[in-house]
């Protein structure tokens, strides 16, 4: 399931990628925001049942059972929307500054 979802994201990025500058910039902040709250709310949900049902010898290992729980949650692609994301923004960026070195050309 996690490479269906890198398929579905990698198709988006690759058609958003001749979107404007601006679209690109809230496509990609949007995913960010999506993909670390959705991370958020599955994390604390599976930590608070997980941590009142084990022993306290457990409890030292919660980092791995985060991990666990991401790694295993494929029905949400928390992952590969935060990547896509990061993609979005760092074409944006990228466009910003070639659009930007192209005004300063015309300009002298």
């Known amino acids: ?22 679209v690109l910039r809230a496509l990609g902040t949007g995913l960010v925001i999506v993909a670390i709250a959705t991370a958020a709310i599955v994390i604390n949900t599976d930590l608070t049942g997980w941590l009142a ?16 729980t991401v790694a295993t949650k494929t029905d949400l692609p928390m992952l590969q929307a935060f990547a896509a994301g990061v993609v979005c923004l760092w074409f944006a960026g990228r466009n910003q500054r070639s659009y930007t070195g192209v005004q300063q050309c015309h300009t002298n």
Not at 2 to 21: E, K, Q, R, S, Y
Not at 55 to 67: D, H, L, Q
Request: hydrophobic share 55%; glycine share 14%; net charge positive.
């Open 1 to 22: 399931m996690h490479l269906f979802w890198i398929v579905v994201f990698g198709a988006l990025v690759h058609a958003a990628t001749g979107l404007p500058t601006g």
């Open 53 to 68: 049902g084990v022993s306290e010898e457990y409890r030292a290992v919660w980092f791995k059972r985060v991990g666990y």
